[in-house]
């Protein structure tokens, strides 16, 4: 069985930093896209960040300079350095593992991140 736990969120304050970690287990995700995502109340979920196993990361314009991703294939984990956080940040923060060879597509639990002062 196929399980993404996320951890790292928290409250912050504006301009400080954060870490999340999103750690799968169940299979082998070296192929599989890994990718962030965010979503506040009454809106859609919005890609934040990805990455393929080879290329370049895809960030969201709004986070371009303030958020890294990376992962470790070995581990099977993704994560998401964010700097510089302002309110609009704030978000519930899920990981994705997608595989579009097959269709195959996993979520996190979702990890709260609250920027304020």
């Known amino acids: 069985q196929v399980q993404l736990v996320e951890s790292g969120g928290g409250l912050v304050q504006p301009g400080g930093s954060m870490r999340l970690s999103c750690v799968a287990s169940?299979?082998?995700?070296?192929?599989?896209?890994m990718a962030w995502y965010r979503q506040t109340p009454g809106n859609q979920r919005e890609l934040v960040a990805s990455?393929?196993?080879?290329?370049?990361?895809v960030y969201a314009d709004s986070v371009k300079g303030r958020f890294t991703i990376s992962r470790d294939n070995h581990l099977s984990a993704v994560f998401l350095q964010m700097n510089n956080l302002r309110p609009e940040d704030t978000a519930v923060y899920y990981c994705?593992?997608?595989?579009?060879?097959?269709?195959?597509?996993?979520w996190g639990q979702g990890t709260p991140v609250t920027v304020s002062s």
């Open positions: 994705n593992f997608l595989r579009r060879s097959t269709g195959q597509n996993y």
């Open positions: 990455m393929a196993t080879f290329g370049n990361p």
């Open positions: 169940g299979g082998d995700f070296s192929v599989y896209l």
